[in-house]
């Protein structure tokens, strides 16, 4: 029973910290587009006078969304229609359940992982889901009876299809190394040093794979610079037929997505919620300093240090959606399947190679 | 008027090749779409991405220019060619202007020809800043038409301290400029030059070399520079494909031959180069507009206030509906130079003498039966300019190309007949040859270096 309790309140943890952090990352995409581009940004929405530098404009789309009216075009699959925007905002939800956010605590004798559902094959669990989110997109695209949409929905097919696999086998590199699919024990293994001085991250050891996996998660998002399947001022996007909330939804998924995206590029290459030289015992310097921290210490700075990297990765998305064109279809499948695909594959034999020299 | 797409009908099966049956989609791109700004249509038939064949519908913005343009007398006519080339006005008013001044066969001041190159040469600027922007917008890259229209926002500020105006300008005149250059242009203008190349090496960094741009726009919306020839296309859509024709060397007008400047010229006719084409013409409509304050002649901004005696306008006016000319025979009106009713020495720099053609100053109109005479003459209904029988054809070059003027006058004195030669027209007539065989995608940056602008298009 109190075990339900506990993850109960991880599960609501991880849900509302995530909606939050998706709300915070429109404002944060409108403020810094607006650094950017030499702009003030949003600061029109304010409470009772105060506007904190545009921080209530999430508040204010909410509302939009919701009280918009809902349109459904006349000769649409009105069932498909409506669970499309679900099923993309749905699987983008369940995908956090493996994220591992902290190390695990004792509390009154309890072991409680700082992971809302601990799964010993997570890898696959990610990228089930991430696969299945396709289906939002290719719904909405099929299922508006829009030419437009249809070709959003054809392009985000094929998008998705070739850079998940570009994305698994640069994964296959890390998971060969740390010799789990456990996310946990993933994070776990990032928490040596080599040579006593740099943290045994997934960037050090497999760089290659850390560049492909980042270029095609950032497909995986459907943003700029890969944002073919919305193409604006192209073909308008997969979700052109769709208005208010089941509209917010598809945008909310987009922002998850990027937020998975940095969560995964987190726990696979920066070390998750390790913080460097800070073992469970205190921090312990390579010049031989040493720092005692207590327990609950320990997790709190692992949940800051995760939460930390994880914003600066999507700051940084952000800022390559605000300098980037837009490719075209056929240099975006040149680019996953001529591109990243070997790179992937030859990181994978140079990597396996390399294991066996070293165990030998 | 739906037209019929030759080939095969919407839905019928396209000759299947494979074991699968295979069919093109009709897309309707436009009228509302966000791409197509200015407002036309394509039909576009897609093979997947492929556009197999398209048609284009023009015509959304007619306003009948043209036959406005027969209503009302030759000067009453520049308001609306502000609105033809909506980006770049002054443009517009220049080649009208110097059109109906050779149908009269007057020549305006030196020092007007200047004014002129120097609003015809910001104006491209802008038309340029415009277009680029919104190309790279239309392709992912909204930071870049930010920055660009940051950069028309200091030349539109130069403008309007010109013109009072910052898009209806209604500058020229025929025979002139309305008002000299503000005092303190030049150093105005430098300082909106310093900003503007610093957006354009800004943009240039973000663009030039960005294997992503550089592959969306190389290769694409091609054309030869025979079959640009032949479709009548010019300006730097001809100049990309190769062709070194502009108005401005080939046949000089305003003080263009004085000037020093160099045309860039495209070796691929495809996207890219006309992009780089147009990245280099600002750079070299600065280094004129930089020459000719250089080398304008001077121009009196302003009597010594101890020559004479400063009387604000509004009371000389006053003065002079009295009959009190004695007390305002000296004095010279105070006001905005940009405004109408400046200081007499003012306008002679700026304005033909030609009595035919431009409104006396103020001061005139109110001191005197000439002044007054010249007024009633050219205001009153039935009189006016009045152009000798003949036809006249005048091209400037305009941002987009060749702005050709056609003006007919029966010796009236409203216009028999005015004909625009849009630069654009003939660029949207090639649209098809363009788009067809590229991608879907391609659409947008051809569609986007065309730089159509519906006014004038659709006039």
């Known amino acids: 029973m109190i075990d339900l309790a506990v993850k109960v309140v991880l599960a609501l943890f991880v849900f509302f910290g995530v909606l939050n952090l998706a709300a915070l990352h429109t404002w944060l995409e409108r403020k810094q587009s607006a650094v950017i581009q030499d702009r003030v940004g949003a600061n029109r929405a304010s409470i009772l006078g105060w506007r904190l530098m545009g921080l209530f404009h999430p508040l204010a789309d909410s509302i939009k969304m919701f009280t918009k009216e809902d349109i459904v075009p006349a000769g649409a699959d009105r069932i498909l229609h409506t669970l499309a925007p679900v099923f993309s905002v749905f699987f983008a939800l369940v995908t956090f359940a493996a994220i591992p956010f902290g190390d695990r605590f004792l509390l009154g004798g309890r072991v409680i992982e700082l992971q809302v559902a601990k799964i010993n094959v997570a890898l696959l669990y990610i990228f089930a889901m991430l696969s299945l989110e396709v289906y939002g997109v290719i719904l909405a695209g099929f299922a508006s009876r829009n030419n437009y949409a249809l070709l959003g929905g054809l392009r985000a097919t094929a998008q998705m299809i070739s850079y998940e696999i570009a994305l698994g086998i640069a994964v296959v590199g890390v998971i060969m190394i740390y010799g789990t699919m456990d996310l946990q024990e993933l994070v776990r293994g990032q928490g040596q040093n080599l040579a006593g001085w740099i943290p045994l991250w997934g960037i050090v050891v497999q760089p290659v794979a850390f560049v492909v996996f980042l270029t095609a998660a950032l497909a995986e998002t459907k943003r700029i610079p890969f944002d073919l399947p919305e193409g604006e001022s192209e073909i308008i996007g997969y979700f052109v037929e769709y208005s208010g909330m089941k509209f917010g939804m598809f945008f909310l998924a987009d922002f998850l997505e990027t937020i998975l995206v940095a969560c995964l590029a987190t726990t696979l290459f920066f070390g998750g919620w390790q913080v460097p030289y800070l073992t469970s015992s205190g921090f312990q310097f390579p010049w031989g300093a040493t720092l005692p921290v207590s327990q609950p210490a320990y997790v709190l700075l692992g949940v800051v240090s995760f939460s930390i990297k994880v914003v600066i990765f999507c700051v940084l998305f952000m800022q390559l959606r605000w300098t980037l064109p837009r490719f075209r279809y056929d240099q975006l499948m040149r680019l996953g399947w001529l591109g990243l695909f070997p790179i992937a594959v030859v990181n994978v034999l140079v990597t396996a190679s390399a294991l066996a020299f070293l165990k030998r | 008027m739906p037209r ?61 220019f043209e036959k406005m343009s027969e209503t009302v007398d030759y000067n009453g006519v ?382």
């Not at chain 2, 919407?10 to 000759?15: C, L, T």
């Not at chain 2, 494979?18 to 407002?39: F, K, Q, S």
């Not at chain 2, 249509?41 to 897609?46: D, H, N, T």
């Open chain 2, 4 to 64: 019929a797409i030759p080939d095969n009908p919407v839905g019928a099966p396209a000759a299947a090749s494979g074991a699968l049956e295979t069919r093109d989609m009709l897309l309707n791109v436009g009228p509302a779409h966000p791409a197509m700004h200015g407002i036309i249509r394509i039909v576009a038939r897609l093979d997947g991405e492929q556009i197999v064949n398209a048609d284009v519908e023009i015509g959304y913005l007619h306003r009948g």
């Open chain 2, 78 to 459: 520049i308001p609306y060619t502000d609105r033809l080339n909506y980006v770049s006005p002054l443009i517009n008013n220049v080649g009208y202007s110097m059109a109906v001044e050779k149908l009269l066969g007057i020549s305006v001041p030196e020092r007007c020809h200047y004014i002129r190159v120097i609003v015809s040469e910001i104006s491209r600027i802008t038309d340029h800043l415009t277009c680029v922007g919104a190309s790279a917008m239309e392709l992912g890259a909204f930071t870049v038409f930010l920055y660009m229209i940051k950069a028309r926002e200091y030349l539109w500020e130069l403008v309007e301290s010109v013109t009072g105006a910052r898009l209806t300008v209604s500058y020229c005149r025929v025979g002139g400029v309305k008002a000299d250059l503000p005092e303190g242009f030049a150093n105005q203008c430098r300082q909106a030059f310093e900003e503007t190349r610093r957006v354009l090496a800004e943009s240039d960094a973000l663009l030039t070399r960005n294997r992503i741009f550089v592959d969306r726009m190389s290769g694409t919306g091609k054309i030869s520079a025979d079959d640009a020839i032949s479709y009548g296309i010019t300006g730097p859509f001809l100049r990309a494909s190769g062709v070194p024709y502009d108005v401005r060397k080939d046949c000089p007008y305003a003080s263009y031959d004085r000037l020093e400047f160099d045309v860039p010229v495209g070796t691929r006719g495809d996207n890219f180069d006309r992009y780089l084409v147009r990245m280099e013409e600002m750079q070299q409509s600065m280094r004129i507009v930089e020459q000719a304050l250089r080398d304008m002649p001077p121009g009196p901004f302003q009597v010594n206030p101890q020559t004479g005696c400063p009387l604000p306008a509004s009371e000389m006016v006053d003065q002079a509906k009295v009959g009190n000319i004695p007390a305002i025979r000296d004095a010279y009106a105070v006001t905005d130079p940009t405004l109408d009713g400046s200081a007499k020495p003012l306008r002679v720099s700026i304005a033909t003498a030609e009595k035919r053609v431009f409104l006396p100053s103020k001061e005139d109109t109110y001191g005197n039966i000439e002044g007054l005479m010249q007024h009633f003459k050219l205001v009153m209904y039935g009189h006016g300019t009045r152009p000798p029988k003949g036809e006249v054809y005048f091209a400037v070059e305009g941002a987009n190309g060749e702005l050709g003027f056609y003006v007919v006058s029966d010796g009236g004195n409203t216009p028999y007949r005015v004909r625009v030669r849009p630069p654009c027209f003939a660029i949207m007539s090639a649209l098809p040859k363009l788009i067809i065989g590229d991608m879907m995608a391609d659409l947008t940056p051809t569609f986007g270096s065309i730089n159509m602008i519906g006014g004038e298009l659709d006039r």
